[in-house]
Structure formats: C-alpha cells, structure tokens
C-alpha cells in the first residue's frame, strides 16, 4: 500500500507538470542546478551587458559634464570681457561728454568774439616789416628790429557826415 505522502507528490507533481517528476532525485537535483545556473549564467550576462553599456553611458555623461564646464568657463570669460567693454565704453561716453562740453564753450566764445568784434571794431589787419632793411641780418633773424604797421579797414562808409575834424579819411 502507499503511504498518503506518495500519492501527494505524485498529485502534485502531476499538477504541476514538472518534467523531472519520474526521474531519479539526485538527477532532479543536477538538472534543477544545472537550469538555475544557465539562468543565473544568462542574467549575468545580462547584467554584464547592461553594466557594459552603462559604463559607456557613464563616460559618455563625463563627456557631456565636462564640455559643459568648458563651455561654462567660456561663457564667464566672454561675460567678463563683455563687462569690460562696457566699462570702456561708458568711460569713452564720459569722455565725449566732457569733450561736448569743451566744445560748446569753445563755440560759445567764438560766437560771443565774433558780436563783440562787430559791435566794438578793432583793427585786425597788419604788416610786420624791418626796422632797418639796410642792417638786415640774415644769419640770426630774431636779433633784427621790426616794426608793426596796422591796416585800417575804413572807407566812405565809415565816414561821419557831419565830421569837424581836418584829416582826410584815408589817413589816420
């Protein structure tokens, strides 16, 4: 007779339809062993695999991070050249403003001389000549005299009508 445990592995191997279920144990146990390690063999490669290809995806992001920070360096040394440039520039700014300003006054005072000199006529025109043309000396010019003769700009429109004085308008 069976014992009530043989009929329940019988059942259960059946049910579960193991296909070592009429094999010897020993065997059972080196085909079980042997399956496991197949699958742990073709996880590892597995893993292996995937290790392989994170490994290449890791130095592929080291890449990445440091031409970034390459990248990064070159932006900061643009940003402080830019920076520089802009200080250059509001210099020059400061620069033309003060020049503007010269400027103004200088063209203001031309303008003020200018209505001055037409209000107040003086005489503008003139001749430097020798003192002495005979005792000219050529080889040191600067230690001949010379004499300053003023042009006067005069003419019938500067005559008075209704003048007292004798002297011709042509001599002053």
Request: with cysteine; hydrophobic share 35%.
């Amino acid at each position: 007779m069976r014992s009530p445990n043989t009929l329940s592995r019988r059942r259960v191997s059946k049910i579960g339809a193991s296909p070592h279920a009429d094999a010897p144990p020993s065997q059972v146990a080196s085909t079980l062993l042997k399956e496991q390690y197949d699958r742990l063999r073709k996880d590892f490669i597995e893993i292996k695999a995937e290790l392989v290809k994170n490994t290449g995806l890791t130095v592929h992001n080291a890449k990445l991070a440091f031409h970034n920070v390459e990248l990064a360096i070159r932006v900061i040394k643009l940003q402080e050249d830019l920076n520089t440039r802009q200080e250059e520039m509001k210099q020059l700014q400061v620069l033309t403003l003060g020049q503007s300003t010269v400027l103004q006054s200088r063209v203001q005072a031309v303008l003020t001389q200018t209505y001055e000199l037409q209000e107040y006529p003086i005489l503008r025109l003139f001749v430097v000549l020798p003192e002495y043309p005979s005792r000219w000396d050529a080889t040191n010019p600067f230690s001949n005299k010379f004499r300053l003769y003023f042009l006067c700009e005069c003419g019938e429109h500067t005559k008075s009508i209704d003048s007292k004085t004798k002297i011709p308008s042509h001599i002053h």
